[in-house]
């Protein structure tokens, strides 16, 4: 899998814009991008995934450069309780029946500050 | 139900002790994974099942074993730890399919916290 490099921290102001960087400039033509968060004293939560298009749920929005060599996470309008850890992980889309072996990085501390 | 249940919350052992983690979804997934978390780390995979049988060991010791009863549950049965096995268990678990191009979306449980005196 490709190697990401994230941020160790970010404070955003609450209402505002969240946007997490994350470079992957590695990343091979079947490799996506997935993101998953991890809130003080819980599991990891998935929040959204992408090949090379934008893509937006309603959790965040994914933007993905053309190069496919960096994403970035963005969380429209941040509150208090997106105060969390935020994962981005590069994976080859397996073939097959299989499990999955989403491995961690450190991640990007991110405080939503009031 | 979207939920995977993880018991105890807590968990304080001795070293000789004998204890369990237990695991339980039911979203019909058919792999199901621990995970080790440190303090300040990011997660660490241990085991992974998949049809209720054991498919991926990440060269954990012996002092920990899993065990994966039926579709739902996961356990891991713990012996003889030692104070540095002290973390966050976590239990994952996602579907499995039969067919390329599948998104790896796992879903976590909350954990328990062991610690080991």
């Known amino acids: 899998d490709a190697k990401t490099t994230q941020p160790p921290s970010m404070d955003c102001a609450e209402g505002r814009a969240a946007n997490l960087p994350c470079n992957h400039s590695?990343?091979?033509?079947?490799?996506?991008v997935y993101w998953y968060r991890q809130i003080h004293s819980q599991g990891p939560q998935y929040i959204i995934h992408?090949?090379?298009n934008n893509e937006t749920n309603e959790m965040a929005s994914l933007i993905i450069t053309e190069d496919r060599k960096s994403s970035t996470l963005i969380l429209p309008h941040a509150t208090l309780r997106d105060t969390a850890v935020y994962y981005c992980?590069?994976?080859?889309?397996?073939?097959?029946?299989?499990?999955?072996?989403?491995?961690f990085g450190k991640g990007t501390k991110l405080s939503v500050i009031p | 139900d979207t939920e995977v249940t993880q018991t105890p919350k807590h968990l304080v052992m001795g070293m000789t002790n004998k204890k369990s983690l237990k695991c339980e979804q039911h979203m019909g997934h058919r792999a199901m994974y621990w995970y080790k978390q440190k303090a300040k780390k990011p997660p660490e995979l241990m085991f992974v099942y998949s049809y209720e049988k054991l498919s991926i060991n990440e060269s954990v010791p012996s002092r920990f074993s899993p065990e994966c009863p039926n579709s739902s549950l996961l356990n891991l049965h713990l012996h003889a730890l030692q104070p540095e096995d002290s973390a966050l268990y976590l239990c994952?678990?996602?579907?499995?399919?039969?067919?390329?191009?599948?998104?790896?979306?796992?879903?976590f449980g909350s954990g328990t916290q062991l610690s080991v005196l």
């Open positions: 994952a678990s996602s579907p499995l399919f039969l067919r390329d191009r599948v998104p790896e979306k796992l879903f």
């Open positions: 590695t990343i091979s033509g079947n490799e996506y």
């Open positions: 992408g090949l090379k």
């Open positions: 992980i590069v994976r080859v889309l397996r073939s097959g029946a299989g499990s999955y072996q989403l491995t």
